[in-house]
């Protein structure tokens, strides 16, 4: 991820208020709905900002680290690849590596 991050979300924070401020001028009343879709982080950019970061051409089979695991409605976890859960209850996500 960035190494300003919060500055970064400081700086957004600040054009989105100093925008609504020019909006309320102008007259526009802002609505509930776009304030909370200002708030709302983009998953999308975060993911793809993880995996540019990540180093994948140095995976080992046994190597050690977290693991990603996902359960039946959705919610997910990180782990160690020797996480024991009860049968069914989460499944490890496996990337394969194009190569």
């Known amino acids: 991820m960035s190494e300003t ?3 970064d979300r400081m700086k957004s924070a ?5 925008k609504g ?3 309320s001028d102008s007259g526009a009343v ?7 879709e200002g708030t709302r982080v983009n998953t999308g950019l975060i993911i793809d900002e993880l995996l540019k970061n990540t180093k994948l051409d140095h995976l080992e089979e046994s190597g050690t680290g977290l693991a990603l695991y996902i359960s039946s409605d959705g919610t ?3 782990g160690s ?3 024991r859960m009860p ?3 989460l499944r490890q996500v496996v ?3 194009p190569r």
């Open 5 to 7: 991050g919060s500055l």
């Open 14 to 18: 600040a054009e989105r208020r100093k």
């Open 21 to 23: 401020a020019m909006e």
């Open 30 to 36: 802002p609505t509930v709905s776009g304030r909370v």
């Open 76 to 78: 997910t976890t990180l």
């Open 81 to 83: 690849h020797e996480v």
């Open 87 to 89: 049968a069914g209850g």
């Open 95 to 97: 990337m394969e590596n």
